[in-house]
């Protein structure tokens, strides 16, 4: 069955550099999310997005932006990058078609280390 | 959503029952209980979930008490690849919602050979 798809996989940057994470949600998935993860830490919400809008907001600097485009996939831009913007980033998606409870399904995430 | 307690650590042999415990005494007549799990560094995976009858899936089972303050995962028969963080979670069904998850601490989860 096809999964959650990000990348890269992996990415180096300097601080002061910006980065594109991408993700692409599993097919007919409508909202995806963004969930950040500090090392030794437990995932944390970002940001959400349903049907190409932002659905929701949690602990996103304002140095961060994302959109989802018209064919589902996300993208997050981060700028003026930290070193403690070094983190795994999960996206994860799900449908609202379905009745009910609906997991979210996440991705293998992207490891970002800023230098 | 409702806040949860779950022990930081355990140990479980392989091949026995794993029973984690999740306390959410604050939990509202609408919220449901879900289980997800994290294997070192990828992203969490779902396992199940309830509003108050007790589940069972190919993964595991899912009891939560009558009165719906707190609930048991159980993994009968764990192995080593269940070696995992698990999160307890507390929160209304999506519905129209945004369900954006909150992780807690979790409990992490050693099988030992």
């Known amino acids: 069955a096809a999964g959650v798809i990000q990348s890269p996989r992996h990415l180096i940057k300097e601080k002061r550099e910006t980065a594109t994470l991408k993700c692409y949600p599993i097919?007919?998935?409508?909202?995806v999310y963004w969930y950040q993860q500090g090392p030794g830490q437990d995932p944390q919400f970002l940001i959400s997005f349903y049907e190409k809008m932002q659905s929701d907001k949690g602990s996103i600097p304002d140095r961060f932006s994302a959109q989802q485009f018209s064919d589902y996939h996300s993208e997050l831009n981060m700028s003026s990058l930290e070193l403690g913007d070094s983190a795994l980033y999960f996206c994860?998606?799900?449908?609202?078609?379905?009745?009910?409870?609906?997991?979210?399904?996440f991705g293998p995430g992207t490891r970002l280390t800023v230098l | 959503d409702a806040k949860t307690t779950q022990p930081p650590s355990m140990d479980c042999a392989e091949g026995r029952a794993a029973n984690l415990p999740c306390n959410h005494s604050?939990?509202?007549?609408?919220?449901?209980v879900y289980w997800y799990r994290q294997i070192h560094s990828q992203g969490p995976q779902y396992i199940i979930h309830g509003l108050k009858n007790n589940e069972t899936n190919e993964m595991a089972s899912l009891i939560i008490t009558e009165d719906r303050k707190s609930s048991t995962l159980i993994l009968p028969h764990a192995t080593l690849r269940d070696t995992a963080v698990y999160y307890c979670i507390v929160r209304v069904a999506p519905g129209a919602g945004s369900y954006q998850l909150t992780f807690g601490k979790g409990t992490k989860l050693s099988v030992i050979p």
């Open positions: 097919p007919r998935h409508d909202t």
């Open positions: 604050t939990i509202s007549g609408n919220e449901y």
């Open positions: 994860a998606s799900r449908t609202r078609g379905l009745a009910g409870e609906g997991e979210q399904f």
